[in-house]
């Protein structure tokens, strides 16, 4: 294996890896004590406390895109400059890159991201789902032109969607019933996002946007992630006493449980005993208002199809 002799030369150097790094991180600090920096980060800070967009004006006046570029541009300016002069040093933002779609994190404070998103042509599809996440995410694109889609979801029937021209100074939100979709692009795309984190999310859910079905949930909450882990420890244990529990908790017995983690259990109840969560099913599929109604509306139809004796259950259950 070749390694350069610049990468050897500074593996061999503490000193000198260190003053790289203190040059970059002194670049990032000069950047972050701008004044006009400053106070965007300021109001980052107020942001994740819980505050309005529109309470902080240095931040929702980026986010209009009217100082966006020059924001932008400044990090970039300053931070080049210092990795000319240290080429090796490490970047001192968290950052991604997948599939043609790069994401650097600029400022993270409590719940709020301020990221710089790149996407390039070869990204950009027409989706056949779309995924809707509980997190206020406002952008502002910088450069590039393109089309794009935005699409509302109430939960109830397919996804409502509408074009977007993409251009420089477009603007862009997001929350748990809205989502979008970059569907063609003449050339890279950059935009400039600010998101926050809820403090009790709901589901994430992935839709088909044809028909409105639910093909994915995800639950952003550790607890509910610990409780679908152990519904599904459950169900591989074949704890047929579990079933009752399980069943109680898919009907939302247990409070705030989320979507997500509510499917899961009704799903290891039916499979554990099928009586017990089959009545669940029926329980939850008639429940106008609850946000699993639908899916279990679906899946009792299709149980009642493949297995007729659930299909008399119901008919003696209505008699």
């Known amino acids: 294996m070749h390694v350069d002799p610049a990468l050897r030369a500074l593996a061999a150097d503490g000193v000198a890896q260190a003053e790289a790094q203190d040059r970059v991180l002194a670049s990032r600090d000069g950047w972050q004590a701008c004044e006009d920096v400053a106070r965007i980060l300021a109001d980052c800070e ?12 240095a ?36 950052h991604s890159y997948t599939n043609g779609t790069g994401v650097i994190h600029l400022h993270r404070t409590g719940r709020v991201t301020l990221a710089l998103l ?42 409502i969607a509408r074009p977007l021209a ?16 970059v569907i063609a692009l003449d050339t890279p795309l950059v935009v400039l996002r600010v998101s926050r984190d809820p403090v009790d999310p709901q589901t994430t859910r992935e839709v088909e946007i044809a028909s409105g079905r639910i093909v994915h949930r995800a639950s952003a909450s550790p607890a509910e992630g610990r409780a679908e882990l152990a519904a599904a420890l459950l169900g591989a244990m074949g704890r047929v006493d579990a079933a009752p529990v399980l069943a109680r908790y898919a009907r939302g017995a247990c409070g705030k449980a989320g979507e997500g983690a509510r499917w899961q ?32 509306g679906a ?5 009642c199809t493949t297995y007729p004796q659930l299909a008399n259950m119901v008919e003696t259950h209505a008699s």
């Open 46 to 57: 107020a942001y994740a406390e819980g505050a309005a967009l529109p309470e902080c004006a």
């Open 59 to 94: 931040l929702a006046e980026l986010m209009a895109g009217r100082c966006a570029p020059g924001f932008v541009q400044g990090w970039i300016a300053d931070m080049v400059r210092a990795w000319r002069a240290a080429p090796l040093a490490q970047l001192p933002f968290r």
């Open 118 to 159: 790149l996407i390039e042509p070869r990204a950009a599809m027409r989706p056949v789902t779309i995924t809707f996440t509980d997190c206020e995410r406002r952008e502002v694109v910088l450069a590039g032109e393109g089309a794009g889609m935005a699409y509302r979801f109430d939960g109830r029937v397919a996804p």
């Open 166 to 181: 993409l251009s420089p100074g477009t603007t862009l939100a997001c929350d748990v019933r809205h989502s979008r979709a």
């Open 265 to 296: 259990a009704l799903r290891i109840a039916l499979a554990l005993e099928t009586a017990t969560g089959f009545a669940a099913l029926r329980e939850i599929a008639g429940r106008e208002v609850d946000p699993l109604a639908c899916q279990a």
């Open 299 to 303: 899946l009792q139809r299709q149980l």
